[in-house]
C-alpha cells in the first residue's frame, strides 16, 4: 500500500511536495497523514471543528493536534458556526460543513503555496455514486470524484475502507470514532451499513466494480465534452452565455449536452427537461442559485444573477472615453460637414447645439419617457424595452442619455426626436457604447 500511495502521490502532486492533509482524526484521514508524512510530502494537518458534537468535536481537535506533534509538522485549526451558516443560507447543515470546509482548504493552499489533500476513497466513490442514483442525476454525478481538482488532493481512491484498516492494524495507527457516522438518520450511513453490504452479497467486489464504472463514465463525459467544445452551439460573451437552439437541436441527446453547459451554473435536470418540453416558449425564464436563463426567441441567454446596475457618469464635450459597468463609451466632437453617419444601433449621432453639457449616461429608470425618433408624441422606456424583445436578463443594464431633464438617446436602441440632426446642423456630438452586455449589435 505505501508502494502504491507514493507512484499515486508523485503522480498527483507533480513537482509540487508540500501538501497539507485534512485530517478529521477518523481512520481515512489518519491514514492520509501517515501515508503523506512516510512518502515526504506532509506539510501540516488541516482541522475543521465545525462545532456541532461538543466535548466529542473538542477531543476530535486536541487528538489531531497531538497527531500534527508526532508527526513534526504545523497544526491548522479552524472553527465554524456551522448551524448559524446553514440556517442563514437556507441549507442542510452537511452542506454548510461541505461549503465551509472546501472555502477554508482554498484559502489555506493559498496562503501556505501548498496543495490539500482530503481522505476519500474508494468506498466513497461507489457511495457517491449510489446516491446521487437515488435523487436523479447526469454523467456528472455518476462518475464519482477526481482525484485532483485544482489545488485539491485525493490520494486514497485506489483503496478500500477494507484496505485503509488492514493496513491501520497492521501498523498499530490509532483513530477515532464519529459516532455520527452509526447512526442510520443520516442518508450516506445507510448506503454505508445496509445497502453496500447487500450489493457485496451479490457482487463481493462491487466496491471495486463501481470504482471503474465511474472511470468510464468520467471518460465518457469527457468525449461529451469534447462535442461540445466543437460543436459551436454556445457562446460566452462577457457574463452571457448565449445557446443557439437551432444548433443544439442538431445534436442527438441535446438535453444531456445541454446539462452538461448548465450544470456549473447551478441549473438541474429537472429544468432541462422543462426546456425539452418546450424549447420555443420565448419569455420563459428559468433561474439557479446564481444564474437566470431567458428563452429568448431562437436562442437561450444565460446570465448572472444580480441587482447591481452600472453606475451613471457625465458626459463632456471633448473627445474621451469612459467606463461604467459592463460598458465602455467613446464622445467626439465633429463638424457636421465632416461627419458620415454611422447607422449601427451602438452609436447615436445628435445635434450638438441643441444638448446642454454635461450630459448625463445612466440607467433607465422606471417612468423614464422620451420621444423617439419620427414620433411626435412621447413613449415609456419600458414600453419600447418590451417591442424591442429584451430580454428580462439585459434590462438592467439598457443606458440612457439625458440632456437636462430630456432623453436624448435610449442607447443601442433608439434616438430622440428633440435632437436629431438636420439640414441646419453645425456641430455633431457622436457617442458610442460597447460592453460584455452588447448583444444584438
Not at 496562503?111 to 481522505?119: D, E, G, M, N, R
Not at 446596475?309 to 467626439?332: K, M, S
Not at 441643441?354 to 420621444?371: E, H, I, M, Y
Amino acid at each position: 500500500m505505501e508502494k502504491k500511495f507514493r507512484d499515486i502521490i508523485k503522480r498527483l502532486a507533480g513537482d509540487q511536495r508540500a501538501v497539507i492533509a485534512a485530517v478529521s482524526g477518523g481512520l481515512d484521514s489518519v491514514v492520509l497523514a501517515r501515508l503523506l508524512h512516510d512518502s515526504g510530502h506532509l506539510a501540516g494537518v488541516a482541522h475543521c471543528n465545525f462545532r456541532l458534537r461538543g466535548e466529542e468535536a473538542e477531543a476530535d481537535a486536541r487528538f489531531v493536534e497531538q497527531l500534527a506533534e508526532r508527526l513534526g509538522v504545523p497544526y491548522y485549526l479552524k472553527g465554524f458556526a456551522t448551524a448559524d451558516y446553514a440556517q442563514a443560507h437556507g441549507i442542510s447543515l452537511q452542506m454548510a460543513a461541505r461549503e465551509l470546509r472546501y472555502n477554508w482548504f482554498a484559502q489555506l493552499a493559498e496562503a501556505q503555496q501548498a496543495l490539500v489533500a482530503t481522505a476519500h476513497q474508494a468506498n466513497d466513490v461507489a457511495e457517491t455514486l449510489l446516491f446521487n442514483l437515488t435523487k436523479g442525476t447526469g454523467l456528472p454525478g455518476l462518475h464519482g470524484l477526481d482525484e485532483r481538482q485544482g489545488y485539491l488532493l485525493r490520494p486514497l481512491l485506489a483503496f478500500s475502507r477494507a484496505e485503509i484498516l488492514q493496513f491501520a492494524h497492521e501498523q498499530q495507527i490509532d483513530w477515532r470514532e464519529d459516532s455520527s457516522n452509526q447512526s442510520l438518520k443520516y442518508q450516506r450511513n445507510r448506503l454505508r451499513h445496509r445497502v453496500v453490504p447487500e450489493l457485496e452479497q451479490i457482487n463481493p467486489a462491487f466496491v471495486q466494480a463501481a470504482g471503474r464504472t465511474a472511470q468510464r463514465l468520467r471518460q465518457v463525459e469527457a468525449f461529451v465534452q469534447g462535442v461540445i467544445a466543437r460543436s459551436g452551439f454556445s457562446e460566452q460573451r462577457g457574463n452571457h452565455l448565449l445557446i443557439d437552439l437551432a444548433k443544439l437541436n442538431k445534436l442527438s441527446g441535446w438535453q444531456t449536452v445541454l446539462y452538461q453547459v448548465l450544470r456549473p451554473l447551478g441549473f438541474n435536470y429537472a429544468q432541462i427537461d422543462q426546456l425539452a418540453d418546450g424549447p420555443h416558449q420565448s419569455g420563459k425564464i428559468f433561474t439557479s442559485p446564481t444564474h437566470q436563463l431567458n428563452i429568448d426567441r431562437q436562442r437561450l441567454l444565460v446570465s448572472p444573477l444580480t441587482d447591481e446596475r452600472p453606475d451613471g457618469l457625465f458626459l463632456q464635450t471633448e473627445e474621451a472615453a469612459y467606463a461604467t459597468g459592463p460598458w465602455q463609451v467613446h464622445t467626439r466632437l465633429m463638424a457636421a460637414a465632416d461627419y458620415r453617419i454611422d447607422r449601427q444601433a451602438h452609436i447615436a449621432a445628435l445635434d450638438a447645439d441643441k444638448l446642454q453639457f454635461p450630459l448625463l449616461l445612466r440607467p433607465w429608470q422606471a417612468g423614464d419617457v422620451f420621444r423617439p425618433l419620427g414620433m411626435q408624441g412621447h413613449k415609456k422606456v419600458s414600453d419600447l424595452l418590451i417591442d424591442s424583445k429584451v430580454p428580462v436578463n439585459l434590462k438592467k443594464d439598457v443606458m440612457v442619455v439625458l440632456s437636462g431633464d430630456t432623453i436624448a438617446w435610449v442607447a443601442g436602441y433608439r434616438l430622440s426626436e428633440d435632437f436629431k440632426i438636420t439640414p441646419a446642423t453645425r456641430q455633431i456630438f457622436e457617442i458610442s457604447l460597447h460592453g460584455n452586455n452588447d448583444l444584438y449589435q
